[in-house]
């Protein structure tokens, strides 16, 4: 029973990783009031230049470099749209991702042939797991030795960093001038106009750092979680972490807290898939899987608790006449 | 312009300030002197350019043509940020305040030293137990701009403005959400920051203030700047008729008015805003059939609200309506649909954005708010060839022009656009007929085909409200003239009675004792 | 854009065809990479779409689906409200053209049964929007989020119903059986039989009608109903919509019933008319690609069906380019797509502003010209 629990827990943060950095992304881009559907079409863009870049390059940072430029791009390309052309953000954002969608197949197969694959990649193109030191030794002290060494250990660097973005993120948005202002334009572009900032270049910025971080995320499942990029990997988790961003309330923490929460469930999906629980029976997968969606409209709708989003975000900036 | 001229002591000098908003010319040619550590009153009705003017020393607007110099000094002001480095501070209208972040990072946002927060917040927090100790602006620091009165929060910008070292501190309108005892305290407040050295310009559209708090005046009317006085040498008579301005008086040909029976009654009506502001006070008044009741007061003083309120858009917080005979309160709420069905016409004070819709034609636009008439609908489909037709009708009656009913809405001019609207109201044959602003961008020709109509309604047995910022058509067409002030309808003079000066006067709540024979109070709501 | 210098004839038909020329263009770059003569690729796209009768068959059972979901994306839109939906809207919509067609195949004839799977199409589809509906109008929560979740919810339940309660008993295949062929939408072929003319088979059938009436339907309710002036009054200009006597709350859930009930609709072409069975993932980005078809189509019926034309051109023009060159996939015709959207709208406003700059030019060079012919 211990076990298992442990078991399930590593594989939430194995399966939370990539959710954190997204979910963390749409945090920089909704918070200085750009609405961001495009996490999806940022994430898979991302993860096929990381595992084309590695299998071509056969260096796996190179891969991470390209994963960042690539989803960098993609977020300039939402900005150019929204802020300099004051587009539709939701508009935009269901262009690029369905422009991830065809690229990277269009791309893949003509440069792999591989049907949209890349090429499986190698141990060493790969991100692969570390061992925390003295993991070994004590796997098989009782209780700490299993958390140790199984929970704790073993994990690639990318899990490590997503969490270790957690705090560095609340310190950039609670404790420095750029969160200041990223927080003040998401919720009064006005009030950060009139202080003599500009809102564009503060919004344009803002999304850089949410391009990075998705750009992480994309690697993460194409070089780290599995060997290589196949079509469509991204599987829905930039809206998860959409989701995730929501249920956290747009503030670091508890949207770390959110996405582990839809790590575990997917998880425990996993986990139970065709078990007999005691007293219930089969649980059908599907019904866990909708889980964090259900709870997020369910917050959304203010039945539990309430999840008020930047004031200012979806809205073009113009300075009212 | 009877100001020192010493060119040291000019803190503030604009000369030839123009700026265009597209068709509307929103500052025209201003010129303007400010002394260093005075306080300087704009006043001007709403609309009269003030805020653009401000905007444009801020930095936020840029001017279209004309010099500012600060100091003595021409400065180009193409940002916030600039105007900020020389010394321009700017307490908003609409307060630039981010409602979730606490009072010290409203006030270091855009004024941090450094990337980090800390030192900023520190150094901050210093500086503003200083201020606020020097000018009494207690403010709880760590207090969220959310849970803080409008009158804490006002205090929050001003000590914005000083926080980044201010030495022209603009405030527009800023005692529209204050209480008196507010508004005295931060007089108090102007008085500190003036013997500190610190020049203050006040824009405001209340008389009481520029005298209460200022030491010169200037008069803005229609994007000019008309008058510059002293305050000493001034008085609420002569500023009053300068803000309204001596315009040839329209000549309306009426007869006497028949009133009979009461259409339309209000008891105590009280209507209070989502900020907590009561913008309509225990308002009682009567519209009778036959008469043109005209509401006269300067605007934002609860005009606005009381057509909005009678036309079924807001809903009165306390007190009573009665609308041939239906009563509406706080919970029996009206509906505009339902206000129509009662027999109310609603000539909507800003035509653009309620009146009809730009990207409709205009036979579109001609049946907003009746369409779900059997005159226009079938079973299913609705007629559009008796839209069409009707349409057509309505602008050869009211001699609406290009005579094109397939023309979208926004390429009528303003005046054909009005009549358009008030052809579509009043051709319902509506009992009560709620009009505002009827000629406001209307040309000449227009005004006065408007107007006779109006007068004809009257004559055929309607019951009219008429709310306008214009004195005169107050006066050429009402025969009764209400006063509002503050929300508060303050005193009602008949037609007879009405001449520029004494409306103006009880436009600013001033009641000479000379006057107070000839004033009616204001009818109580009659039963009907 | 109500108020801009631009002729109407321009910002109706000049602008959005140079959005559309745009996106074509950088199409062809990306063409161009990955070593395809685009001006190859295009013969092969509209002679593989619309050059013999299986390939044009093909092009209008795509149409089909875009104009259900293009005409859904629409009629939200004239409301002011984004339907994202579409999806799930469409795929729950065949839930219901499934289930009334193995419940009713073996007992009605078709003429009873086509009614019948419209009507679930629509009300499966309209359930599925008015959650979101609802929770926009009485709740405040954003439509376009809910809209997304629920097409995730739709997804999974489907998922669900097709393993554990629909499919063939003692089969593994996520798929209901086929249905009976009296519930079977008649091919486009069969229906050019009756009436004397020959066309070869393809999987365009009896839905591609009935989208037409959709269109002259949709048409009717927002140009000539009360109903419609109301929806476009709240998407033009809420106040004066207020103004005007409308109740919004009630119409977002009009409006949005309406929406999903079109979006529903696009299962009688894929389950009812094309697999003839209920099966999994059969919405396949149809109700997206509505949003492309909603934009260049301009909101309107009428433009809604020739952008559904272009982009069955793209399917099924995608789908012969893929045969013909084996270095492409299909997934190129999403890449052309998404360039549509971005241009036609999420940059829309680019050209706006010097379109606007030129008109203004040469007006002033008229009244230039104009006033030295006065003056001589």
Redesign the interface.
């Known amino acids: 029973m211990y076990e298992s629990i442990i078991l399930i827990l590593d594989a939430t943060l194995r399966v939370s990783a990539p959710l954190i950095l997204a979910a963390l992304a749409g945090l920089f881009s909704e918070r200085s009031g750009i609405v961001n559907i495009a996490l999806e079409g940022k994430i898979l863009a991302s993860a096929f230049a990381a595992a084309a870049t590695a299998s071509v390059t056969g260096s796996v940072m190179f891969g991470l470099f390209a994963a960042m430029a690539t989803s960098t791009l993609l977020s300039l390309l939402h900005g150019f749209a929204c802020i300099t052309h004051r587009g539709d953000q939701i508009v935009s954002g269901v262009a690029i991702n369905m422009l991830a969608a065809g690229l990277t197949v269009t791309l893949g197969g003509y440069w792999f042939g591989l049907g949209g694959q890349t090429p499986p990649l190698t141990e060493t193109q790969r991100f692969t797991s570390i061992t925390l030191p003295g993991a070994d030794a004590v796997a098989d002290i009782p209780v700490i030795g299993l958390l140790y060494s199984e929970l704790i250990s073993g994990h690639n660097i990318l899990v490590y960093f997503a969490l270790l973005l957690v705090p560095i993120c609340w310190w950039v948005v609670y404790k420095t001038r750029f969160g200041l202002r990223l927080r003040a334009a998401g919720e009064n572009p006005h009030a950060v106009d009139t202080a003599g900032i500009s809102v564009a270049w503060l919004r344009y910025r803002a999304l850089i750092c949410a391009g990075i971080l998705t750009g992480i995320a994309g690697a993460y499942l194409s070089t780290a979680h599995s060997a290589g990029f196949v079509p469509n990997m991204s599987a829905g988790k930039g809206y998860i972490a959409l989701a995730a961003l929501i249920f956290g309330k747009w503030k670091p923490v508890p949207v770390l807290f959110g996405c582990l929460l839809f790590g575990f469930l997917d998880a425990m999906a996993i986990r139970l898939q065709g078990a007999e629980l005691p007293f219930i029976g089969e649980i059908p997968v599907q019904a866990i899987e909708i889980l964090p969606y259900v709870l997020t409209v369910l917050l959304l709708a203010g039945f539990i608790g309430r999840a008020v989003g930047p004031k200012a975000v979806g809205t073009p900036y113009i300075k009212s006449r | 312009m009877s100001q020192p001229h010493n060119e040291n002591n000019i803190a503030l000098e604009l000369c030839g300030i123009d700026k265009k908003f597209g068709a509307v010319h929103a500052n025209r040619n201003i010129d303007l002197k400010v002394p260093a550590g005075t306080i300087h009153g704009i006043i001007g009705e709403n609309g009269a350019g003030k805020s653009t003017l401000m905007n444009i020393i801020y930095g936020f607007y840029i001017a279209d043509s004309g010099d500012i110099k600060i100091s003595g000094k021409v400065r180009k002001l193409t940002s916030s940020k600039e105007a900020i480095s020389y010394g321009i501070g700017m307490v908003h209208q609409h307060f630039m305040l981010v409602d979730n972040f606490s009072v010290l990072e409203n006030v270091i946002l855009g004024a941090e030293e450094g990337g980090l927060l800390q030192p900023s917040l520190k150094k901050a927090r210093k500086e503003l137990q200083r201020l606020a100790t020097e000018y009494q602006l207690d403010v709880p620091l760590d207090a969220l701009i959310e849970d803080l009165p409008v009158g804490l929060q006002q205090r929050v910008e001003i000590l914005k403005a000083l926080y980044r070292g201010a030495k022209i501190l603009i405030l527009d309108e800023p005692t529209g959400v204050l209480t008196p005892q507010e508004t005295d305290h931060l007089f108090k407040i102007f008085d500190a920051l003036r013997d500190q050295g610190v020049t203050i310009l006040l824009i405001t559209h209340k008389l009481r203030e520029i005298l209460a708090a200022t030491n010169n005046v200037s008069v803005m009317r229609q994007g000019e700047m008309v008058a510059h006085r002293k305050t000493a040498e001034t008085n609420k008579e002569e500023l009053a008729e300068l803000m309204v301005g001596r315009k040839v008086r329209l000549k309306v040909d009426r007869s006497k008015a028949k009133p009979q029976q009461t259409l339309l009654t209000t008891n105590k009506l009280t209507y209070t805003d989502e900020m907590g502001v009561d913008r309509l006070k225990e308002v009682s008044m009567s519209i009778k059939a036959g008469e043109v009741v005209g509401i006269a007061g300067v605007s934002g003083n609860g005009q606005s609200e009381l057509m909005s309120v009678l036309a079924g858009l807001l809903k009165p917080t306390k007190g009573q309506l009665n609308i041939n005979g239906t009563w509406i309160d706080a919970n029996h709420p009206s509906s505009a649909a339902k206000v129509r069905e009662l027999g109310v016409g609603h000539i909507p004070e800003d035509r653009l954005v309620m009146g009809l819709i730009k990207s409709f034609t205009a036979e579109e636009s001609a049946i907003l708010g009746y369409q779900n008439s059997s005159t226009y609908n079938g079973k299913l489909l609705n007629k559009p060839g008796v839209i069409n037709q009707e349409c057509a009708r309505l602008m050869e009656e009211w001699d609406v022009r290009p005579q094109d009913p397939k023309l979208r809405s926004s390429l009528f001019s303003g005046g054909n656009q009005q009549k358009l609207i008030i052809a579509r109201e009043v051709d319902k044959n509506p009992d009560v007929l709620l009009i505002g602003q009827p000629t406001r961008g209307v040309d000449i020709g227009a005004i006065e085909t408007i107007h006779k109509r109006i007068i004809e309604l009257r004559d055929q047995g309607k019951g009219i409200l008429l709310v306008s910022v214009e004195l005169d058509e107050i006066m050429a067409l009402s025969d009764r003239i209400i006063v509002m002030f503050d929300g508060q309808v303050v005193g009602e003079v008949s037609a007879e009675q009405a001449n520029e000066k004494l409306l103006g006067m009880m436009m600013a709540n001033i009641m000479p004792e000379e006057l107070q024979t000839t004033v009616q109070q204001p009818s109580a709501g009659e039963q009907l | 854009?109500?108020?801009s210098k631009i002729p109407?004839w321009v910002s109706i038909i000049v602008l959005p065809l140079i959005n559309i020329l745009f996106a074509f263009a950088f199409s062809a770059f990306?063409f161009i990479?990955?070593?395809v003569d685009p001006i190859e690729a295009a013969k092969t796209m509209i002679s593989g779409a619309l050059g013999y009768q299986e390939g044009i068959g093909y092009t209008f059972y795509y149409a089909t689906n875009f104009i259900f979901t293009g005409l859904a994306v629409a009629v939200a839109f004239s409301a002011g409200l984004?339907n994202?939906g579409g999806e799930g809207q469409a795929y729950i919509g065949g839930l219901g053209v499934g289930l009334a067609c193995l419940g009713l195949d073996h007992t009605l004839p078709f003429w009873a049964i086509l009614p019948i799977t419209m009507f679930a199409s629509m009300a499966f589809g309209a359930l599925w929007a008015l959650i979101p509906a609802y929770?926009q109008a009485y709740?405040?929560?954003?439509i376009?989020?809910?809209t997304?979740?629920?097409n995730?919810?739709a997804s999974?339940?489907m998922?669900?119903l097709m393993v554990?309660v629909l499919n063939q008993k003692g089969q593994m295949a996520p798929v209901s059986r086929l249905f009976e062929p009296v519930a079977v939408l008649p091919g486009f072929h069969t229906i050019a039989a009756w009436f004397g003319f020959g066309f070869a088979e393809s999987p365009m059938n009896l839905s591609f009608i009935i989208a037409l009436i959709c269109c002259v339907l949709v048409w009717?309710l927002l140009w000539?109903?009360?109903w419609g002036?109301?929806i476009?009054?709240m998407g033009?200009?809420p106040?004066?919509a207020?103004?005007?006597?409308?109740?919004r709350k009630h119409l977002i859930i009009i409006v949005m019933l309406i929406s999903g009930a079109l979006s529903g609709l696009l299962s009688l072409n894929e389950v009812q008319g094309y697999s003839q069975q209920l099966k999994l993932g059969f919405v396949a980005g149809y109700g997206?690609t509505g949003?492309a078809v909603c934009?260049i189509g301009r909101n309107h019926p009428f433009g809604i069906i020739l952008a559904s034309i272009l982009f069955g051109i793209l399917y099924q023009g995608g789908a012969e380019l893929s045969f013909d060159f084996p270095?492409?996939?299909r997934?190129?015709?999403?890449?052309?797509?998404?360039?549509v959207?971005?241009f036609s709208?999420?940059?829309?406003?680019?050209l706006v502003k010097p379109t606007e700059k030129l008109f203004v030019y040469l007006d002033a060079k008229k009244k230039a010209k104009n006033t030295l012919v006065a003056e001589a």
């Open positions: 854009m109500n108020d109407s990306i990479a990955v070593d984004f994202i929770l709740r405040g929560s954003h376009v989020i809910t997304i979740m629920f995730f919810i999974s339940l998922v669900y554990n009717l000539r109903t009360r002036y109301v476009r009054a033009s200009s106040s004066a207020e103004y005007g006597g409308i109740n997206f949003i934009l270095d492409i996939d997934e190129m015709i999403q890449v052309v797509q998404a360039l959207v971005l709208g999420a940059l829309s406003l680019m």
